[in-house]
């Protein structure tokens, strides 16, 4: 299954708060930020690093999924433009949603308020999901960066105009790590995702003709496939397993023939077909949703 990556548009963002522990020196393998995602704010202890190869570690403490995208201010703009640009955005935002204004409005204002420069995008972990931690390492160009969280919540408006945006200082520096060894590699086109090396990342490839080695495919964990349908533009969505444990019993053929054992082992699929700690070991998996 091809994953996609929302698009984003203009962006800015803003307010203070995040932060980010700026550490320099050897590589031990640490993060050189630790960055928390709650619903709705980034928390950490400081809001700088130094320039070169870091570490982000980004914890999801909250009940959401959420996403931590970096993009850097170029030398020709400023935060304080960026800034007053969300400001200008929340406040018509909040014009439509009210009626005060009309979408043609809105669309017009926002043109005239929007920077003449563009972000650029600066990477990130990108999503994790509730309770989950994920690790990024990357390259950071020094500058005054913005972070934000582009996922949207139930009635669809994106976390960043819930408070999820961040300022981040990158320090010029000639330190940092080297940059990290890759275990798999990724080619990405216009819809299109290819990958080599190993399976670790649950992704699966067959260069051969032998359908015994299966195609191409990849073994979602339940949290990332709730992810991939919610980013489709899908809500209230449920996992279910199919098959669930009930295909581990031993003689499992002989067993489905017999009414009343086939009955047990079905009763033990609906019992546990939404136990988060069980989805995962079923060989299957239903995903179901509503078009928002
Ligand atoms: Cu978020």
Redesign the pocket.
């Known amino acids: 299954m091809i994953r996609r990556v929302a698009g984003l548009t203009a962006v800015g963002v803003v307010l203070a708060v995040s932060g980010l522990a700026a550490q320099e020196g050897a590589d031990d393998g640490r993060p050189e930020l630790e960055i928390t995602?709650l619903d709705?704010e980034f928390r950490a202890a400081a809001a700088e690093v130094s320039a070169g190869w870091r570490t982000v570690e980004f914890h999801n403490e909250g009940e959401?999924t959420?996403?931590l995208e970096l993009f850097r201010i170029p030398e020709d703009g400023t935060y304080r433009e960026v800034r007053r640009f969300y400001g200008v955005l929340d406040t018509l935002r909040a014009d439509l949603e009210a009626g005060v204004i009309d979408s043609a409005t809105y669309r017009k204002t926002l043109k005239e308020h929007t920077p003449s420069f563009e972000l650029e995008r600066a990477g990130g972990p990108g999503m994790v999901a509730p309770g989950r931690t994920t690790h990024a390492t990357s390259r950071l160009e020094p500058g005054t960066h913005v972070m934000i969280?582009y996922?949207r919540d139930s009635v669809g408006t994106p976390?960043l105009f819930r408070g999820?945006r961040g300022r981040l200082e990158v320090e010029p520096s000639s330190a940092g790590k080297e940059p990290p060894e890759s275990d798999l590699e990724v080619t990405l086109a216009e819809y299109e995702m290819t990958v080599e090396g190993d399976l670790e990342s649950g992704e699966h490839r067959n260069p051969t003709d032998n359908p015994a080695y299966f195609m191409d495919t990849f073994f979602h964990h339940p949290d990332e496939l709730k992810v991939e349908v919610e980013d489709a533009g899908f809500e209230s969505v449920e996992l279910f397993a199919i098959e669930g444990i009930s295909y581990m019993v031993d003689d499992f053929d002989a067993n489905w023939e017999v009414e009343e054992n086939r009955e047990f082992l079905l009763e033990i699929v609906e019992k546990t077909e939404q136990e988060p700690s069980l989805i995962g070991a079923s060989p299957h998996i239903l995903c179901v949703g509503v078009k928002a």
């Open positions: 995602a709705y959401e959420h996403v969280c996922v976390h999820m």
